[in-house]
């Protein structure tokens, strides 16, 4: 197929792309319905998680604390700007997993008496906090001529912002230790949501790219920082992938009729969905990554590693 890619019809070309779409489609499928039959591992067992950003039902925050309580999580704080679907989500995880306690707020993660307060409330109730989840953000669609001063900064507030003061205290807070609820020595997984428009041009807006990129930067400095601590910091910067924040563009494309399109510029040839974003966090925040620091990791198909896919074409 791949030799003869230069010599096909349109009807051959148009074949193709509906097989692609159809095996991507029940590839996601099975992605977002993994955990109805996958085995709880207990990777994450007894660990106290604070996670910013859970308020999307398509989300990567709402996935992630899903796939945090299947792997065994003691206690889940929960933390979205917006709490009209957080009631939802607590009864979720506690329906499914009723050995997980649930804690659910109201909270802008870029204020930081909110988040000191959060990570102080897990030290005071549970004696201990492992990992932080700053997932929190907004994505603009402005041009840079249509970008205004006060808009770049609220970008860079609720992306970045938000980081660094997750950073600052939750490291504070891994540095405590309580033998009495078993942690003896100090530690934990800081992992922050960047993007692939924080590695590369071309993927985002000005504001949102640079506001990502700074995340980028925030993990790799805090890590410097943090050293010898056994304190972790590492950003996951995703590329397309089907969240609220995304959803006009995947709503346009199927009202199109192009669905099977989103994502091709990627070698994989398709977009992602929350729950393999939640996959990555879950690697960062167990101790299979325990030799990972101060590392921005791409879950974007491939994307930031190559030129944009172009049929036909191999360099």
Known sequence: MVEGLYNITRAQAKSIEDNHFK???????QLQSQLDSAPRTGKLKDKVCIITGVGSLKGIGRATAILFAHEGARHLYLLDFDPTNLPDLKA????KYP???VTTAKADA?????ISGVCEQALREEGRLDIFFANAGIATKDHLANTTAEAFMKVMRVNALSCFIAVKHASTAMLKTNPSRGKSLSGGSIILTASVAGLRSGAGTVDYSASKAAVNSIAKNSAYQLQ???IRVNTICPGLIETGMTTDTFDYARQRGSAGKIGQLNPLGRFGVSQEIANAALFLASDDSSYVNGQNIAVDGG???????VPGRWA
């Open 23 to 29: 095996r991507t489609t029940e590839r996601i499928q």
């Open 92 to 95: 979720n995880i506690e329906s």
């Open 99 to 101: 050995d997980v306690k």
């Open 110 to 114: 870029a204020d930081e008496d909110t």
């Open 228 to 230: 010898k601590s056994d």
């Open 303 to 309: 994307l930031s590693s190559s030129h944009p896919v």
